[in-house]
């Protein structure tokens, strides 16, 4: 899956930040879906590679996820942003494994609970 996510970072679209990143995340059922992040001359609307794979699974009908994993040359494993936590403890289950790796193969296993603790969730607004 790291190999994965240094697939989708290549095909980044970071012309602004030049900073590259992908991420891969795999269906329980074995699917593979890409991401990169994708900026936009208008920054406020550029899009992290963590949401592009997620959002592209959501929207091809996938609901059930087994592992995400991050890459880009960070000193540290490439820790998503905030938003992208918010995100992803909406769409995966709590217990989801993640991968964040770099480019020097430093590699942080954590799951989606240890990310966000204490998410905002859809139960807050019942
Ligand atoms: O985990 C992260 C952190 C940042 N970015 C993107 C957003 C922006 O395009 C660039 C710089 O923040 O990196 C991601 O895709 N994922
Ligand atoms: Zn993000």
């Known amino acids: 899956m790291i190999t994965e996510a240094l697939k989708a970072r290549e095909l980044a679209y970071a ?25 936009n001359a208008a920054y406020s609307m550029c899009n992290c590679a963590e949401r592009t794979a997620l959002f592209k699974a959501y929207s091809d009908g996938e609901r059930e996820f087994e592992l995400l994993s991050v890459v880009a040359d960070t000193h ?10 918010q995100v992803i403890a909406e769409l995966c289950s709590k217990d989801m494994k993640i991968v964040l790796t770099n480019l020097k193969g430093d590699i ?5 609970n240890d990310l966000l603790p204490g998410a905002f969730s859809p139960a807050d607004l019942k």
Not at 76 to 85: I, L, S
Not at 108 to 112: F, K, L, R, S
Request: glycine letters at 10%.
């Open 15 to 39: 012309p602004y930040s030049k900073f590259k990143v992908g991420a891969a995340l795999k269906t329980k059922s074995g699917k593979i879906y890409h991401g990169c992040n994708i900026e």
């Open 76 to 85: 540290r494993p490439t820790p998503p942003c905030g938003a992208c936590r």
């Open 108 to 112: 942080q296993e954590t799951t989606v």
